[in-house]
């Protein structure tokens, strides 16, 4: 009878689920629009002389504007193809626009967050004595970006997502003063609930603690009203986006970042997200292997201040960025190696913090490059440095995952084995299961540990974050790590690439085109 009461109640969770309610209205904006359509069809020759018209200054703008080239042709050609719908279709999810009340705001704040970094001491000119290249990589983050390098900064690197959920708890009871917490998912069960026992009670206990989750990221993880769930206990909470079913480019847009800051003086940052999967509590795709980084000292201020901002932001507040920096409440120096600077990457302005980042370590890299990544969906500027990098000499090697989550992007992933192959980069799928790490490891010299994907996702249309390190001890255990992981791994052969029937390389090739639209 209880099993019975169980499966009524799932199938009437999820036939009253608000993505079911919220297709249904996106599907009704449609059926209306079609229907006006028909119901006017006398004026159709109107209609159709003002799309056309709509469709080539939407072509004009779309060729003169600073996106990326392959983002340009996956608009211009189902444009071309369908000139009717297709200027509209662009009008209503092409770009990331803002209003110029949310654009004056966003920029106060980016100005907030920059100020608020130069409080805490850098090491800029230092960096720059020890190796320029080092420094000029630095200094392009710092003045896009807007967080500079810094010493004083434990960097410990979290092979696993098992090890971050260990460690994250640990450190959420030494908590005294505040718990900042942002994340794509986060889904109740093993990994959330005990995290949520510690949040209740620290808030109970006087701390300032707040949780900031993704919308869409949530939908499926998350009853509809979980904001309310959280501040009926205490916890401050923050949906970044909320999900409207109205057809709009503002869609597009989603925090994809992962952030935890306790006391400002230690943070994390990573691949990982709260959910079971990340902890391999239930195999979802086989074994998940995920990667994070826990950092302990000044460099935390730049996490923190991510997090404010775009708290801001959204709610509409501003906060003393000056009352949360590392060294209010934890004054005494951190024993350290090496430098670290932690990054944002913005998708409302014109700068790809975060593809550049990996392409200046491409290009500066003098012995190898080593990188884990889910997704392998790369622009031709990528493509270019990946190959070149490998033409060079360079030990350039990449994993990606052997069991997908997603068959079109892991589809799409392959399509672009055969070229880099060809250049000498070294390929391999993760054999257990899936990897969702993105890290680069480069000349046991450098390392980013960070959420963002190499695809077009990430470095376009999210928000997204890392940690950028120089000769912290830590980057040699990230190369040891993913020497075990390639152990792991099955390498793929240039002919294992090109061995596709046509249909394949047919729907490869229609994948790519749209790659960016994905």
Same mark, same amino acid.
């Given at each position: 009878?209880?099993?019975?009461?169980?499966?009524?109640? $799932?199938?009437?969770?999820?036939?009253?689920?608000? =993505?079911?309610?919220?297709?249904?209205?996106?599907?009704?904006?449609?059926?209306?629009?079609?229907?006006?359509?028909?119901?006017?069809?006398?004026?159709?020759? !109107?209609?159709?002389?003002?799309?056309?018209?709509?469709?080539?200054?939407?072509?004009?703008?779309?060729?003169?504007?600073?996106?990326?080239?392959?983002? $340009?042709?996956?608009?211009?050609?189902?444009?071309?193809?369908?000139?009717?719908?297709?200027?509209?279709?662009?009008?209503?999810?092409?770009?990331?626009?803002?209003?110029?009340?949310?654009?004056?705001?966003? #920029?106060?704040?980016?100005? *907030?967050?920059?100020?608020? #970094?130069?409080?805490?001491?850098?090491?800029?000119?230092?960096?720059?004595?020890? #190796?320029?290249?080092?420094?000029?990589?630095?200094?392009?983050?710092?003045?896009?970006?807007? *967080?500079?390098?810094?010493?004083?900064?434990?960097?410990?690197?979290?092979?696993?997502?098992?090890?971050?959920?260990?460690?994250?708890?640990?450190?959420?009871?030494?908590?005294?003063?505040?718990?900042?917490?942002?994340?794509?998912?986060?889904?109740?069960?093993?990994?959330?609930?005990?995290?949520?026992?510690?949040?209740?009670? $620290?808030?109970?206990?006087?701390?300032?603690?707040?949780?900031?989750?993704?919308?869409?990221?949530?939908?499926?993880? =998350?009853?509809?009203?979980?904001?309310?769930?959280?501040?009926? /206990?205490?916890?401050?909470?923050?949906?970044?986006?909320?999900?409207?079913?109205? =057809?709009?480019?503002?869609?597009?847009?989603?925090?994809?970042?992962?952030?935890?800051?306790?006391?400002?003086?230690?943070?994390?940052?990573?691949?990982?997200?709260?959910?079971?999967?990340?902890?391999?509590?239930?195999?979802?795709?086989?074994?998940?292997?995920?990667?994070?980084?826990?950092?302990?000292?000044?460099?935390?201020?730049?996490?923190?201040?991510?997090?404010?901002?775009?708290?801001?932001?959204?709610?509409?507040?501003?906060?003393?960025?000056?009352?949360?920096?590392?060294?209010?409440?934890?004054?005494?120096?951190?024993?350290?190696?090496?430098?670290?600077?932690?990054?944002?990457?913005?998708? =409302?302005?014109?700068?790809?913090?975060?593809?550049?980042? !990996?392409?200046?370590?491409?290009?500066?890299? $003098?012995? !190898?490059?080593?990188?884990?990544?889910?997704?392998?969906?790369?622009?031709?500027?990528?493509?270019?440095?990946?190959?070149?990098?490998?033409?060079?000499?360079?030990?350039?090697?990449?994993?990606?995952?052997?069991?997908?989550?997603?068959?079109?992007?892991?589809?799409?992933?392959?399509?672009?084995?055969?070229?880099?192959?060809?250049?000498?980069?070294?390929?391999?799928?993760?054999?257990?299961?899936?990897?969702?790490?993105?890290?680069?490891?480069?000349?046991?010299?450098?390392?980013?540990?960070?959420?963002?994907?190499?695809?077009?996702?990430?470095?376009?249309?999210?928000?997204?974050?890392?940690?950028?390190?120089?000769?912290?001890?830590?980057? /040699?255990?990230?190369?040891?790590?993913?020497?075990?992981?390639?152990?792991?791994?099955?390498?793929?052969?240039?002919?294992?690439?090109?061995?596709?029937?046509?249909?394949?390389?047919?729907?490869?090739?229609?994948?790519?085109?749209?790659?960016?639209?994905?």
């Amino acid at each position: 009878m209880k099993k019975k009461e169980t499966i009524t109640k $799932k199938l009437f969770r999820l036939l009253f689920h608000r =993505l079911i309610f919220a297709g249904a209205a996106l599907v009704l904006q449609l059926a209306v629009l079609l229907v006006v359509l028909l119901r006017f069809n006398e004026y159709f020759v !109107y209609f159709y002389a003002v799309s056309i018209a709509v469709s080539v200054v939407v072509v004009l703008y779309i060729i003169n504007n600073r996106s990326n080239p392959a983002y $340009k042709i996956a608009w211009i050609t189902p444009i071309l193809l369908a000139p009717v719908f297709g200027g509209m279709l662009y009008l209503l999810f092409g770009g990331n626009r803002l209003s110029r009340r949310e654009r004056r705001r966003m #920029s106060q704040l980016e100005k *907030g967050f920059q100020g608020a #970094s130069l409080i805490a001491p850098s090491c800029q000119e230092e960096l720059r004595w020890i #190796s320029p290249d080092a420094a000029n990589q630095s200094e392009y983050i710092r003045r896009i970006a807007g *967080g500079p390098p810094y010493q004083n900064t434990q960097a410990e690197y979290l092979p696993l997502g098992e090890v971050k959920f260990r460690r994250m708890l640990e450190e959420l009871e030494k908590a005294e003063h505040y718990i900042f917490m942002e994340y794509f998912i986060i889904q109740e069960g093993a990994m959330w609930d005990p995290i949520l026992e510690v949040l209740v009670r $620290k808030a109970k206990a006087g701390l300032d603690v707040r949780v900031m989750y993704d919308d869409i990221g949530c939908m499926l993880t =998350l009853p509809a009203h979980y904001k309310r769930t959280l501040e009926a /206990q205490g916890i401050k909470c923050c949906v970044f986006n909320p999900f409207v079913p109205v =057809l709009s480019s503002r869609l597009n847009n989603r925090d994809h970042r992962k952030i935890c800051v306790i006391d400002g003086h230690t943070g994390f940052t990573g691949g990982i997200n709260l959910a079971d999967e990340y902890i391999n509590a239930y195999p979802k795709h086989g074994h998940w292997k995920d990667t994070a980084v826990l950092l302990r000292g000044d460099a935390v201020a730049s996490l923190t201040l991510m997090f404010l901002t775009l708290w801001d932001f959204t709610t509409g507040t501003q906060e003393n960025y000056a009352a949360y920096l590392p060294r209010v409440h934890r004054p005494e120096p951190v024993e350290s190696d090496g430098f670290v600077q932690p990054y944002t990457d913005s998708p =409302l302005d014109d700068e790809t913090v975060g593809e550049t980042v !990996y392409m200046n370590l491409i290009n500066k890299a $003098k012995r !190898y490059v080593y990188i884990t990544t889910p997704y392998l969906i790369i622009s031709n500027e990528m493509i270019t440095a990946l190959t070149t990098a490998a033409k060079s000499g360079l030990d350039v090697r990449i994993i990606t995952p052997h069991i997908p989550d997603k068959w079109y992007v892991h589809a799409l992933t392959r399509a672009y084995y055969e070229v880099l192959i060809e250049a000498g980069v070294r390929i391999f799928e993760y054999t257990p299961g899936f990897i969702h790490a993105k890290t680069f490891t480069v000349d046991d010299e450098y390392g980013v540990v960070g959420t963002i994907n190499l695809d077009y996702r990430s470095l376009y249309l999210h928000f997204e974050c890392a940690a950028w390190m120089y000769r912290c001890s830590c980057i /040699q255990e990230m190369r040891e790590d993913f020497l075990q992981t390639q152990a792991k791994s099955q390498e793929i052969t240039l002919e294992q690439s090109q061995q596709v029937s046509p249909l394949t390389r047919l729907v490869r090739s229609v994948l790519r085109l749209f790659a960016p639209l994905m």
